[in-house]
């Protein structure tokens, strides 16, 4: 299937939808100065053709047809309208705001690499070379090594391995993961 009517750098580039969702989010630590392009013309080749691009094509073409039926409607409400639903929003963040319980402190650390951590810690031989923790279907993340190939969590197993020939792929161990996340809250 061709790319609707734009070139598959401006897809990746843009963002409006699917293809921008496919390419490379390069937002994470460790992901820092990748090539971008090549890493995108990788997954792009990987996936086009796929029942997942084809999914994901129509679920584009549905949501784009939402914003437009929404974007017909906004146009038919009037000032009138829109000042009522307004004053009703901020009555309503107003309730929200007065049952807040701002007594408890909650603390969120986020452990970059948990799993591929993991691994890492269990086997040291991985500590060096870029690895992954899923499948070939699907990866829950991936070790610094990886990331600068740009293999990152979510992204299929096949795609990191396109990316990234020497990728090691760990099988994911939940039992382990979540002992070693009591130990961490523990303390």
């Not at 409400?77 to 807040?100: A, I, P, R």
């Amino acid at each position: 299937m061709d790319l609707p009517n734009t070139s598959e750098s401006e897809s990746f580039t843009g963002s409006d939808g699917f293809l921008s969702r496919m390419a490379i989010n390069d937002n994470k630590a460790g992901m820092e100065g990748l090539d971008k392009e090549k890493i995108n013309k990788i997954i792009m080749d990987s996936t086009k053709g796929s029942r997942f691009y084809e999914n994901e094509l129509k679920k584009d073409q549905q949501v784009n047809h939402r914003i437009e039926k929404m974007m017909q409607q906004r146009a038919q409400l009037t000032d009138h309208q829109l000042m009522k639903s307004t004053l009703k929003v901020d009555k309503l963040v107003c309730e929200l705001e007065k049952g807040c319980d701002l007594s408890r402190t909650v603390v969120h650390i986020d452990m970059d690499a948990f799993y591929a951590a993991v691994e890492m810690r269990d086997n040291p031989d991985l500590k060096d070379k870029p690895m992954a923790v899923g499948s070939m279907s699907m990866l829950s993340t991936s070790n610094y090594h990886a990331r600068k190939y740009g293999v990152r969590a979510a992204m299929p197993g096949f795609i990191g391995k396109k990316l990234c020939p020497s990728l090691i792929i760990v099988s994911p161990n939940f039992d382990k993961y979540r002992a070693v996340s009591k130990q961490v809250v523990s303390l």
